[in-house]
Structure formats: structure tokens, C-alpha cells
Nanobody, 120 residues
Framework: QVQLVESGGGLVQPGGSLRLSCAASGSIFSIRAMGWYRQAPGKQRELVAT???????NYADFVKGRFTISRDNTKNTVYLQMNSLEYEDTAVYYC??????????????WGQGTQVTVSS
């Protein structure tokens, strides 16, 4: 069974920084892409950033220049460095692993979510 465990969320003031981590565990052969999504109260879940195993990245326009996604393939871990945080960044951030290859096939997985609150 594959599990994604997120950490690093919390309360931060506007302009501050946080670093999220997500580690995938289990009998994993490979992961095609990992990424972060977020969902604010009353809104749909939206893409924040993704990164492939070949470290090709994709960012939502609203985080370009502020957030950086990175990945350690040896640890099946993805990171999201968030700088210059704004009130509008307040949301539950979810880790996603797409194309996870295990002995039972290929599937996508989600983490349980970590709360990020930007408030003064």
C-alpha cells in the first residue's frame, strides 16, 4: 500500500515562508510525477505545481516567482518552498503522486492534506 505523508504546514504572516514536504512510502518502483494542489474554503481544488521524474516543472500562474517545487527521486519525496506568502494562499495543500508504479499496477495517490494559513 502506498502512502503519502505531508508535513510543513502551519500559520505564517503575510510575506513569510513555509516549506512543505511529502514523502511517498510503500513498494514503489517509480513515480512519473509528483505535485501539490490546494483547496481553499468554498473553492475547488486547484493545481499549484508539479514536477516529473525528469525534474520538468509546471506552475500555476498565481505562484510563479514565489513558489519552487523540487523532488528527491531517491527518497520519493517532493518539496514546495513557498515564499512571499499572501492571504490568498491560505488553503489545505494536498500532495499528489501520479503514475505510481507498484507490483499491482499503476495508480495515482493523494496525501491527507496540510493546512497553510496566512494571517497577521
Amino acid at each position: 500500500q502506498v502512502q503519502l505523508v505531508e508535513s510543513g504546514g502551519g500559520l505564517v504572516q503575510p510575506g513569510g515562508s513555509l516549506r512543505l514536504s511529502c514523502a511517498a512510502s510503500g513498494s514503489i518502483f517509480s513515480i512519473r510525477a509528483m505535485g501539490w494542489y490546494r483547496q481553499a474554503p468554498g473553492k475547488q481544488r486547484e493545481l499549484v505545481a508539479t514536477i516529473t521524474s525528469g525534474v520538468s516543472t509546471n506552475y500555476a500562474d498565481f505562484v510563479k516567482g514565489r513558489f519552487t517545487i523540487s523532488r528527491d527521486n531517491t527518497k520519493n519525496t517532493v518539496y514546495l518552498q513557498m515564499n512571499s506568502l499572501e492571504y490568498e494562499d491560505t488553503a489545505v495543500y494536498y500532495c499528489n503522486a501520479a503514475g505510481v508504479h507498484t507490483s499491482t499496477g499503476v495508480r495515482n495517490f493523494w496525501g491527507q492534506g496540510t493546512q497553510v494559513t496566512v494571517s497577521s
